[in-house]
């Protein structure tokens, strides 16, 4: 399992700048995301997995600062 949680202390007056860029990563890597969730091995995992699990799996999400809102 691939999973990160990065912490970026940004210089002052970059912050801007900083957004931007994390703009930009954002939107290819939910474009990434959504795809990935409609492959094959994707539907093979959740499927086999639902039966273990105690209870439903459960998202959490954080703060968005880009987009405004969750889509």
């Known amino acids: 399992m691939y999973v990160v949680c990065v912490t970026v202390l940004i210089k002052p007056g970059k912050g801007e700048a900083f957004l931007e860029e994390a ?13 990935h969730q409609q492959t094959a091995h994707y539907f093979a995992f959740r499927d086999a997995v639902e039966p273990l ?16 809102t969750w889509s």
């Open 53 to 68: 699990q105690q209870e439903p799996r459960k998202g959490i999400r954080y703060h968005s600062v880009y987009p405004e």
């Open 23 to 35: 703009r930009k990563n954002h939107e290819k890597t939910e474009a990434d995301f959504k795809a």
